[in-house]
């Protein structure tokens, strides 16, 4: 492991030298942007090699070294490489995207700051180092969503999210104090240790829950998702690395926590009600917006709540998929979004696509269908029946054919064949995934089955009428469109706990 260290620090040392750096040059503005996207770049290399050496170590040896606070495994090790090599592209985006702007410099530094306090958060093995990593990603963070100074909406989204960071830390520390007492360390190793072979106590029980508390705060879920929609008033690329990757980080920390969730049943219980709250909500108030940035913001609500859901459920490896594939598709559809508006604009002149009534009753069979057939392939099924279900009713609008008069009948069966093809890829995937060596153990809980399941097929059944009978629901659709009012609800409470004023020069004066 000694062997190890060294490569996994490097890049926490490199974009820490970098900020450094850069806020120090005197220069060129390119000349800046040359050197941190080199040493992203260099550091994007060291993690690659770390990640080899991780994954090929035995399993005996990927114990953390506890003398310094930090752990490494595989899954860190991937989702490690995931983040940097994101780093890189929305520097190089950002390099360009930001041509001519004033405060490039800032940006640049807390690009750097942002990336290395994410890797230290990866491989952090103590509350103390968790804590300081986590803040830090917001404190820099927020340096980047007010990069335009003069917009009131990034302000106050910059501001709602440095209330809700703030509530979790301290729900952290508390948590962290909890777990002091309960095993006499701040090992975050020596608690699930403990738990795993001595069982939960009543300490440990309050620690996992202050943990959902802080992940609901920081992961934007229902009510406090207010944040992550405003800051679309921030700069693409930062929305990309926002929705990517920051979001993300408490998918990994439920998976790394694992054992100590296995063992509180009300932490469950309470992860899988607000995330199933989150994900149905936030997915039928996307098909209500116009906005293509807005309804990717929305998106990534329903996402992340889709994923803490799969982390009460006990499926890990699932939730560690959800994770790498939600990052990657959303860093691309951030950093395309022009590309997105403008295939929008053209769907939009040819017209509202409607979709034959019997493919809503035959997409999810269908779908089903495709999802026992892919896993027969292999001998071991790797995830229960009923999330093959969820699975199916999930991916059935993909399976949806147009009954449009003007369609060929050959046109229908291609779409159906596309389809039912990246269905098939999309279950295959998913199988392949769950034989990679990550180190991840799933848990399925069939106690929350029933629930699951009448939660997706309700979400199905939304999505049908508002295809089918949209004018039935103008007044769902007003309430919907504007989120409850939950949002609303938050920011008096966020205002009235600590006013802020931008001053007259911002455009809510105007």
């Given at each position: 492991m000694d062997a190890v260290s060294p490569f996994v620090c490097a890049p926490i040392a490199i974009m820490l030298l970098t900020a450094i750096t850069v806020n120090n040059m005197r220069g060129e503005m390119a000349q800046r942007w040359k050197l941190c996207n080199?040493?992203?770049?260099?550091a994007l290399l060291f993690t690659l090699f770390s990640g080899l050496l991780v994954m090929t170590q035995p399993s005996a040896s990927l114990e953390s070294f506890t003398e310094i606070g930090l752990s490494v495994s595989p899954l860190q090790?991937?989702?490690?490489?995931?983040?940097?090599?994101?780093?890189?592209?929305?520097?190089?985006?950002s390099c360009r995207y930001l041509e001519g702007e004033q405060r490039q410099a800032r940006y640049i530094v807390a690009l750097s700051m942002v990336l290395a306090c994410v890797q230290l958060l990866l491989i952090a093995d103590h509350w103390l180092t968790l804590i300081l990593a986590w803040s830090g990603v917001g404190v820099f963070l927020k340096n980047m969503l007010c990069f335009y100074e003069e917009r009131p909406f990034a302000l106050l989204a910059s501001h709602k999210k440095t209330v809700a960071d703030l509530m979790a830390d301290g729900l952290l520390l508390l948590a962290a104090l909890f777990a002091w007492v309960s095993v006499g360390s701040g090992s975050i190793s020596a608690l699930l240790a403990d738990v795993s072979v001595h069982g939960s106590t009543q300490l440990?029980?309050?620690?996992a829950?202050?943990?959902?508390?802080?992940?609901?705060?920081r992961t934007a879920l229902l009510p406090v998702h207010g944040w992550l929609i405003q800051v679309m008033e921030a700069p693409t690329p930062v929305s990309a690395l926002l929705h990517a990757g920051v979001v993300n980080l408490s998918g990994y920390l439920l998976i790394r926590f694992s054992p100590l969730f296995a063992h509180s049943a009300f932490a469950n219980s309470l992860l899988l009600g607000i995330g199933l709250v989150t994900c149905v909500f936030a997915a039928l108030v996307m098909f209500t917006r116009i906005s293509i940035k807005v309804r990717l913001a929305w998106s990534t609500v329903a996402q992340m709540g889709f994923m803490i859901v799969e982390c009460a459920l006990g499926l890990y490896t699932f939730a560690a998929l959800h994770l790498i594939g939600h990052s990657i598709y959303k860093a691309y559809a951030f950093l395309s979004a022009a590309e997105i508006v403008s295939d929008t604009r053209v769907a939009q002149i040819a017209g509202r696509q409607t979709f034959s009534v019997l493919s809503f009753c035959l997409a999810p069979l269908l779908a089903l269908a495709i999802v026992f057939g892919s896993q027969a392939l292999f001998s071991v099924p790797p995830w229960?029946?009923?999330?093959?279900?969820v699975l199916a009713l999930a991916w059935a609008p993909v399976l949806w054919w147009s009954h449009a008069s003007d369609q060929s009948l050959s046109l229908r069966w291609q779409g159906l064949l596309s389809g039912s093809v990246l269905t098939a890829i999309l279950t295959l995937v998913s199988v392949g995934f769950h034989h990679l060596p990550l180190g991840t153990v799933d848990q399925p809980r069939g106690e929350y089955a029933?629930?699951?399941?009448l939660a997706m097929g309700a979400l199905y059944l939304f999505s049908v009428l508002i295809q089918v009978v949209p004018q039935r629901l103008h007044i769902l659709h007003r309430w919907i469109y504007a989120g409850l009012y939950l949002d609303a609800f938050y920011t008096r409470c966020v205002l009235r706990f600590w006013p802020v004023s931008w001053g007259r020069s911002t455009h809510a004066y105007r």
């Open positions: 080199e040493a992203a770049g260099l090790a991937v989702i490690a490489v995931l983040v940097q090599g994101l780093g890189v592209v929305v520097g190089r985006f440990t029980n309050v620690c829950v202050l943990l959902v508390a802080a992940v609901v705060l229960p029946i009923w999330w093959s279900l029933f629930v699951v399941v």
